[in-house]
Structures are given as structure tokens and as C-alpha cells.
């Protein structure tokens, strides 16, 4: 009779765990309550638009150790190699934006501001692997411009012949940037040692995410108003296969063993998770939580109703989680990728979306 009622217990005991821990997923907590869950080593960079900051969060303990005011609406980042230097793209609001800031992160501080003059709404940006130069996209001038952050003046600007060129992502090598034209639904493909234009690639209607393999044979795009994803030949520059997708994917990632692509779809609320491989589409994750009131003046409002709106998606070179940005929660959502699971929830900002990854442990 007592080895009965023990085990009746212990499930009662465990039923009401496990009903506390969706409670917590609901409300944006971590679903474990405890602190440290996102593991692995380093420092978050989480741009919040809403705000114009940058919040600094430690990874092994999930908490914020800074916040540094930036330009209007920060829309993404890029890390140096060293991983000393944060350069953020300052979109603008309803106003276009149209300068860099250029962050310190060992002292947390914004070190210079570059003017980009005519070159409005910047947006994706990579570093070279000098650690001097980067990319960056201008969306109004629909231009790919190289700057020199010691010069802090753009030394380059490259036609895409596309609308609205939007994301850009670098070959493996360094040797071609591929640009997402969202206007014009195409990618154009940049030659970065000749700094000339090579050739734009209709994908498919809102082309907007855009990543390539890590072995440099796939650029992988997603079209937001298609709803699918398109797979480019990164040698012969044909699209080789398209599949369809949840709603809105706005953003692509490879897992840096090249295994899988994760897609994060503003619309359904989810993200979605393709074998790159065998090109099929193997999980869709929701992220299980709902917009909070009083968004209707964010870029997305309330035109994807409750959806907590995934965009950013950061996937560290260790391989052990993803992180995904859903902006109109502000949480940024931890999925392991061993399990495709989600095991934590993280605060920065209002409006979180562009995330970025430093080898260095910021603490408080």
C-alpha cells in the first residue's frame, strides 16, 4: 500500500511539472526555470530595433551584461574575426538611415559612426576576412558597398541591377558575395576581387533570406511571398530545385556541418528545418508564443496577427543551438540542434531581430 501511494505521488509530482513547464514556455520563460540552458561559450550581439540599442548577453547564463545605444532601427550586425569589433547597420525608421556604428566590445562602447552619404537603408553586412573591410547592402541605392572602417568611408559601390537588395551572404572563400534582391525577387552575384557585377538569378517572389553551404555549391534563398524556398547551383548559377515552405520565410541558415537549413517564417509563427541533402523538409518548430500588445508600430505591426514574427536566426560555429529573434515577443528563442527542441527563452531588447556571435565571455 505505501509503495502504492509513493508512485501515485511521484507521477502527480511529475504531471505538475511538466504542466508548469509549458505554463513557463507560454509566458516566454525557460522551460527547465533554470538559468544557463543556451550553453556554449561566448557572447550574444541582439540588435533591438524598437529601442535603437544592442543588448550583450552572456551565452552560458542567457543574462544581458550591456546595452549600447546605437542609430535608428539596427536592423543586423556583423562581427570582425577577431571578434573584437561590432559594426551595425542603422536602417533608419520611417526615416531611412544611413550610417554604421562601429562598437568596441571589450570596453562596450561605440568607438566611431561612418556616414554612408546617399547610400540609405543599409542592411545585411558581413566582414571581410581581413577584419578591415566589409560588406553591406544599400537598399535605396540598390548597391553592394565595400568599407574601409579605419578610412570610415566607402571605397566601393557595385551595381546589383536588382530592387530593394536586402540580405547578403559571402562564399566560403571570400571570392563572390550573393545579394537578396526582396524588390525584384532575384539574388545577384557579386564578384568581390574584381568588385564588378556577374549575374542576377530570378529565385522566386520576395527573395529575402539567403545563405550558402558551407562547402559553397548551394546559395539557398527564401521567398517570403511564395512561401517556398529555392536552391541556386552556386557553379553554373541555375535554380536547381524549389520546394515549399511555411509562411513568410524571411530567413535562411545552414548548420555549420552543413546537414540541415533552418528557416525561420514570420507569418506561421515557426521555424522550419530542411535536410540539405535530401532537400525535404524534416520539422517545423513553433515557437510557441504570441505577440504582445502594443506592437502595431513595429516594421511587421500586427499584419501577421498573432505570430511572434521569427526572424534573425544565429547559429554559433560550434554547431550547439540556434538562436531565433521573434520580434514582436521580444524573446529570443533557443533551439538545440541535436534535438531540434526548444530548451530556453531569452530577453534583450524591444523588437529583437539581427544577432551576432563573439568568441569573447562579456560579464557583468
Request: proline residues 4%; glycine residues 10%.
Amino acid at each position: 500500500m505505501h509503495f502504492t501511494l509513493t508512485m501515485m505521488a511521484l507521477m502527480l509530482l511529475v504531471m505538475m511539472t511538466a504542466t508548469e513547464a509549458e505554463a513557463q514556455t507560454t509566458r516566454g520563460e525557460s522551460p527547465s526555470g533554470a538559468e544557463g540552458m543556451s550553453g556554449g561559450g561566448g557572447t550574444l550581439i541582439v540588435l533591438n530595433k524598437d529601442e535603437a540599442s544592442v543588448s550583450l548577453l552572456n551565452r552560458e547564463t542567457g543574462k544581458e551584461v550591456g546595452k549600447i545605444a546605437v542609430g535608428d532601427g539596427p536592423h543586423e550586425v556583423a562581427v570582425s574575426p577577431d571578434g573584437k569589433t561590432a559594426v551595425v547597420c542603422n536602417y533608419g525608421t520611417r526615416t531611412p538611415g544611413n550610417s554604421l556604428s562601429l562598437i568596441d566590445l571589450p570596453t562596450r562602447t561605440v568607438t566611431k559612426t561612418i556616414d554612408l552619404g546617399e547610400y540609405k537603408r543599409p542592411h545585411g553586412i558581413l566582414f571581410f576576412a581581413d577584419g578591415q573591410r566589409i560588406v553591406v547592402t544599400s537598399e535605396v541605392a540598390k548597391k553592394l558597398l565595400i568599407v574601409d572602417l579605419a578610412k570610415g568611408e566607402v571605397i566601393k559601390a557595385i551595381d546589383t541591377e536588382g530592387e530593394l537588395s536586402h540580405m547578403v551572404v559571402l562564399s566560403p572563400d571570400g571570392r563572390r558575395a550573393y545579394v537578396a534582391n526582396l524588390g525584384s525577387s532575384s539574388i545577384s552575384v557579386i564578384d568581390l576581387e574584381s568588385g564588378t557585377f556577374i549575374a542576377r538569378i530570378a529565385t522566386g517572389e520576395g527573395s529575402e533570406g539567403v545563405d550558402v553551404s558551407p562547402d559553397g555549391k548551394e546559395i539557398w534563398v527564401g521567398n517570403r511571398v511564395a512561401n517556398n524556398v529555392t536552391i541556386v547551383d552556386a557553379t553554373t548559377l541555375k535554380v536547381v530545385y524549389t520546394m515549399d515552405c511555411a509562411t513568410f520565410p524571411i530567413r535562411c541558415k545552414f548548420t555549420p556541418d552543413g546537414r540541415y537549413v533552418l528557416v525561420s517564417c514570420a507569418s506561421s509563427g515557426d521555424v522550419v528545418v530542411f535536410d540539405a541533402k535530401k532537400r525535404t523538409l524534416i520539422k517545423r518548430i513553433s515557437m510557441e508564443l504570441k505577440a504582445l500588445e502594443g506592437t502595431k508600430d513595429r516594421l511587421f505591426g500586427d499584419r501577421f496577427g498573432d505570430s511572434p514574427v521569427p526572424v534573425g536566426i544565429l547559429i554559433p560555429p560550434d554547431g550547439l543551438h540556434a538562436y531565433v529573434a521573434n520580434t514582436n515577443a521580444d524573446i529570443i528563442t533557443v533551439i538545440d540542434l541535436k534535438t531540434f527542441e526548444i530548451v530556453d527563452r531569452l530577453t534583450a531588447g524591444n523588437e529583437p531581430d539581427g544577432i551576432g556571435w563573439t568568441a569573447l565571455e562579456l560579464k557583468p
